[in-house]
């Protein structure tokens, strides 16, 4: 799982900063709006997609209400911002290949300035297409390592239906099929385990090792890119050690 668990680490202490921020709602909200539109229902059991919007959003604590609202704003029964999904695809310093999922209400205001956010921290902006060839979709399914024994959790992942479990210092990581990754989240649910994260994911075939002024400045990139208000999530093929974390900060 090189890359992995420091990715992970990464997104989970900038998580926590962004929940502190509210900045989460804003996304989840986004995510509800869009998946209740895109799906053609409201209702949770005949909308995957939406389903696990709602999971997150409870797992977050958001309101009933709010969610409610997010849902019809979806469906039409409240008038709402019409979002529109783009993914944008470039470099960061060294060749680090990145993935932006966003949704936004303004496309050319919103490339123009991701495009700025590249150049402004060592990337550039790239074609479509660019980078996407060195990704594969997966179920991704991250669990901590004091959850359960790793044999025991590999053998409820894979009699679930798994590709793979990998393990480090950091946790364990569960790839899935993306059609499987329902199937064997509710598996890792019912023996007791609640992930740290689980999410359908960008993964990167391989990943580029990152030190110095290289991994501060892809840092500071990330965290610029992430922090953008139509960004909903941020993939990216770097690996940076835990010491070279620390001296980034």
């Keep these: 799982m090189s890359g992995h668990s420091k990715w992970h680490t990464i997104k989970h202490k900038k998580g926590a900063l962004d929940a502190k ?4 709602f804003t996304r989840l909200i986004k995510e509800i709006t869009v998946a209740a539109r895109t799906g053609n229902s409201g209702d949770i059991n005949l909308n995957a997609r939406l389903r696990k919007a709602v999971i997150d959003a409870k797992s977050n604590n958001m309101p ?3 969610i409610d609202k997010a849902i019809k704003r979806g469906t039409g029964e409240l008038e709402g911002v019409s979002y529109e999904e783009i993914t944008y695809e470039g470099y ?4 680090v290949a990145v993935i932006l999922e966003t949704m936004t209400d303004n496309r050319n205001r919103t490339v123009a300035e991701v495009r700025h956010l590249f150049s402004k921290n060592g990337g550039n902006l790239g074609e479509a297409n660019s980078v996407a060839w060195m990704f594969d979709r997966k179920g991704s399914i991250l669990v901590d390592l004091e959850a359960k024994g790793e044999d025991e959790l590999m053998e409820i992942a894979l009699n679930a239906g798994a590709e793979d479990m990998q393990t480090d210092s950091d946790g364990y990581q569960i790839l899935t099929a993306p059609e ?3 199937t064997v989240l509710e598996a890792v649910k019912a023996a007791g385990i609640e992930p740290i994260e689980a ?16 991994a501060q400045q892809m840092l500071k990139l990330y965290e610029a890119l992430d922090d953008h208000d139509d960004v909903q999530k941020v993939f990216a093929n770097f690996d940076i050690d835990d010491v070279t974390m620390e001296q980034a900060g």
């Design 199 to 214: 999410e359908i994911s960008k993964v990167p075939q391989n990943y580029i090792k990152l030190e110095g002024k290289d």
């Design 21 to 24: 921020r509210g900045k989460i």
């Design 64 to 66: 009933n209400d709010t």
């Design 92 to 95: 960061g310093p060294a060749g």
């Design 180 to 182: 499987d990754f329902d």
